[in-house]
Structures are given as structure tokens and as C-alpha cells.
């Protein structure tokens, strides 16, 4: 399985743009789809964007079209979420998460994820 890391997350306005990274390691990277889901305390999980394995393609759930972007660089085995004009309902544990079916992403069960970094969106 591949290990992974998430950072960047924090306290912003709203409005404001933040940028969430995540590192793997362990197995190669580039074997698997990977993507993002949340989770805000209290609700399941919520799937947002994943990439497939060459990140040629990228899929957003309709929460996040328009204000999420998903990119994933295989020589650097990390994926990133640019989050712009970011709302206090946005407030939740970000995880990475990985699988070798983007479709296991999309419905939150992937096989691997990381323990998540906080993003709180004051109003």
C-alpha cells in the first residue's frame, strides 16, 4: 500500500485561497488514482476531486467544481487541491487518499488515505 501525508491546511477568512499537498511514498505513486475527500465533524465523508494514475484527468464532485482544482505530479509522488474563494462550510479534515480504482475514491472507501490536516474557514 502507499503511505501518505497531507499539509498545507490552516485558519483562513473567507474568500481567501488555500493550497493542500499530499506526499506518498511506499509503493509507486503513479500506480493509482489518487484524490481528496473531507470529512466536517458530525458528517461522512464527502468525496471533492481525484486525478487517475497519469493525472491526465481530473474529476470534481459538483461541491467542488468551480472552486477546487486537483493536480498530481508523479516524479515528485505528491497531488495537490487548490482551494479558492474558500467558504466557512468548507470548514473540515482534508484527507488524500489513494486507489488503484479512482472509482473507490469517488464514493470515499479507497484502500489508502492520510490522517488529514485541518482546514477551519472563518466568516
Known amino acids: 500500500q502507499v503511505q501518505l501525508v497531507e499539509s498545507g491546511g490552516g485558519l483562513v477568512q473567507a474568500g481567501d485561497s488555500l493550497k493542500l499537498s499530499c506526499a506518498a511514498s511506499?509503493?509507486?505513486?503513479?500506480?493509482?488514482?489518487m484524490g481528496w475527500f473531507r470529512q466536517a465533524p458530525g458528517k461522512e465523508r464527502e468525496f471533492l476531486c481525484a486525478?487517475?494514475?497519469?493525472?491526465?484527468?481530473?474529476y470534481c464532485s459538483d461541491s467542488a467544481k468551480g472552486r477546487f482544482t486537483i493536480s498530481r505530479d508523479n516524479s515528485k509522488n505528491t497531488i495537490d487541491l487548490q482551494m479558492d474563494n474558500l467558504k466557512p462550510e468548507d470548514t473540515a479534515v482534508y484527507h488524500c487518499a489513494a486507489d488503484q480504482k479512482l472509482h473507490n475514491i469517488a464514493v470515499t472507501n479507497p484502500v489508502s488515505w492520510g490522517q488529514g490536516t485541518q482546514v477551519t474557514v472563518s466568516s
Open positions: 486525478t487517475i494514475k497519469s493525472g491526465l484527468s481530473t
Open positions: 511506499g509503493r509507486t505513486a503513479s500506480s493509482y488514482a
